[in-house]
């Protein structure tokens, strides 16, 4: 006689498949509901990809010889030969292949629904920084966000806009204006105002700070803030503070301090912004730029403290233009002009990004 047992082992076995292939179902689902619906960015050159096209601005590269290595060869207003950190960002998370600056009047719904940027080339977290250089301040660039919203709602409805913003995904990048051009530039404005360098920087988390609560208040749940890179090590500021620009060309340490003070502030501060829903994730430019400075033979870079354009020296905007040379093979330089990275620089930094942003977007 066989046992009441027995007739239920594949009744249990099979129980225990169907729950297994229901709880697949259900994760994959879940996963396919919770998928980064865009990609949202705010910041400075080293994520606007062409909003300053249609601004009133000298801080443009809508011109050759940037974006010769970029699709079709086009100068679309990207600071570089080629694409950004947020670019490969977008494509990594089957976004799209390229954000569009918002202010393109091209383009469609469909590309606003997938995300854009609304970075502005010369600006910064102090709205004195971007007024110098006629940039969007980053409460112009949060009104236009505010404007983006508004347009998709009245093309796909608010519950889909709703759900489609707290599914994405936003990068904040800005704060080397503020001290590059504004703090220790020209213009004594701000030095006068805070004479101590602490003080702008507490002055400055002020304004990031406000940014980022508006930016939450506007259903934003998973926000990535960008510190600022070795700001020493940027061509122009050494060409800037060397006592011999020419031939002994090295990192200007007390700006690379400046920078790692900045952004343990950045750090610790940001710890105390957190919302029980929100994310903000802290994101480390300083350390890859470090690495492929002093690790350069290494990474495969040979040329760690000029630009590609020009002379490498100076050259930026509009003084890296079509009658500037060009360095023969700019895979192995960091700098495409002597403020911004070379497309190959840009995805090294992403690639430090990704362990990062898999943590971020889980």
């Not at 730029?289 to 905007?317: K, P, W, Y």
Request: glycine content about 6%.
């Amino acid at each position: 006689m066989r046992s009441k047992i027995g007739y239920n082992i594949p009744n249990i076995v099979f129980l225990f498949f169907l729950i297994n292939v229901v709880s697949l179902l259900y994760q994959f689902c879940n996963a396919q509901s919770e998928r980064v619906s865009a990609v949202f960015v705010f910041g400075d050159s080293t994520v606007d990809p062409g909003n300053n096209n249609y601004l009133p601005t000298v801080a443009r590269a809508n011109f050759p010889p940037y974006g010769k290595d970029f699709v079709n060869h086009k100068p679309t207003g990207r600071f570089s030969n080629g694409r950004l950190v947020t670019d490969f960002i977008a494509s990594f998370l089957g976004v799209k292949e390229n954000l569009q600056p918002y202010l393109d009047p091209t383009l469609t719904i469909d590309d606003l629904m997938t995300g854009v940027s609304f970075a502005s080339s010369g600006g910064g977290y102090d709205p004195f920084t971007s007024q110098l250089s006629g940039a969007l301040t980053t409460s112009q660039q949060l009104d236009l966000f505010r404007d983006y919203k508004r347009k998709v709602a009245i093309a796909i409805g608010k519950e889909r806009t709703d759900d489609l913003i707290k599914k994405a995904v936003y990068i904040v990048s800005s704060g080397t204006n503020d001290f590059a051009f504004n703090y220790y530039g020209a213009i004594v404005v701000r030095r006068t105002a805070y004479p101590t360098i602490s003080s702008y920087q507490n002055f400055l988390w002020q304004n990031i700070e406000s940014f980022l609560q508006g930016l939450m208040d506007e259903g934003a749940k998973k926000i990535g803030v960008v510190n600022a890179p070795p700001i020493g090590c940027l061509p122009a500021i050494i060409t800037a503070n060397s006592k011999d620009p020419i031939h002994s060309r090295k990192c200007i340490e007390r700006f690379n301090s400046v920078s790692r003070d900045y952004n343990k502030l950045l750090e610790n501060n940001l710890k105390g912004l957190q919302r029980w829903n929100t994310r903000i994730i802290y994101a480390d430019i300083y350390k890859p730029i470090m690495d492929m400075v002093t690790r350069n033979h290494q990474i495969g870079f040979e040329e760690v403290h000029r630009g590609c354009c020009g002379s490498g020296l100076i050259e930026a905007d509009f003084m890296c233009n079509q009658k500037s040379p060009l360095c023969t093979n700019v895979s192995k330089y960091i700098f495409w002009d002597s403020f911004h990275p070379t497309e190959r620089a840009y995805y090294f930094i992403f690639k430090s990004f990704e362990t990062l942003i898999r943590q971020y977007i889980g």
